[in-house]
């Protein structure tokens, strides 16, 4: 019998630290990657954390949006979610109040370790004012607002402890994927 190189015993112990530490799940038991899977119901509590959100637009409009919904389209790898959402005018005092629809990719940010909205995509946007529809231009120009503010907004950053685990363990996350049991971080060896 071969006795197993010891870099070899000291990698399996890290990764086997690095995933207790974090929560990771190991598919197929110690011999697959580590990753950390975020539910659906979990992405929904660590987003609703950050609402509601107040937002001013264009230096006229005064956006308040409230907690999301959120889904899993694992068959499109991307995230999906409906929030309630206010709209106040500034210089006229028009107020506006409606639903907002979007799905949108997903990207890992290494400079500051956190998961965040890419390529933010608003499907339907619907507001109402007294009871009368909006017209459809100020719906469109809504849309593009509000996808800018949710480009690059943060879902999820990894504690201090796991990822002061990562380097010592020579992991590092490698990809992002959203499948039936939630948003999947697998982590594999760092480039050096």
């Known amino acids: 019998m071969i006795a197993p190189h010891p870099n070899r015993r000291l990698l399996c112990v890290n990764l086997a630290v690095v995933a207790l530490q974090a929560g ?42 409230q907690a999301p919904g959120v889904r899993l389209l694992p068959d499109r790898n991307r995230l999906a979610a409906v929030l309630d959402l206010g709209v106040r ?12 629809e979007f799905d949108s990719a997903l990207r890992w940010e290494p400079r500051d370790r956190t998961l965040r909205l890419f390529q933010a995509r608003v499907s339907d946007l619907k507001l109402v004012s007294t009871g009368a529809q909006v017209r459809t231009p100020a719906e469109r120009l809504g849309a ?27 992991l590092a996350p490698a990809e992002v994927a959203v499948t039936a049991r939630g948003v999947e971080i697998t982590f594999s060896a760092a480039a050096r």
């Not at 990657?33 to 509601?52: N, T």
């Not at 937002?55 to 308040?64: A, G, P, W």
């Not at 500034?90 to 109040?97: D, E, I, K």
């Not at 504690?159 to 363990?169: G, T, Y």
């Open 24 to 65: 990771c799940a190991w598919p197929g038991g110690l011999g697959g990657p580590p990753r950390v899977v975020l539910g659906v119901d979990e992405i929904a509590r660590l987003v609703g954390r950050q609402f509601p959100q107040d937002r001013r637009l264009l230096d006229m409009l005064d956006v308040t949006l």
């Open 144 to 170: 593009a607002l509000v996808e800018r503010v949710l480009e690059d907004m943060v879902l999820y950053t990894l504690p201090p402890e796991r990822a002061e685990a990562l380097p010592a363990s020579g």
């Open 89 to 100: 005018e500034r210089m006229l005092g028009g107020r506006w109040n409606g639903q907002l």
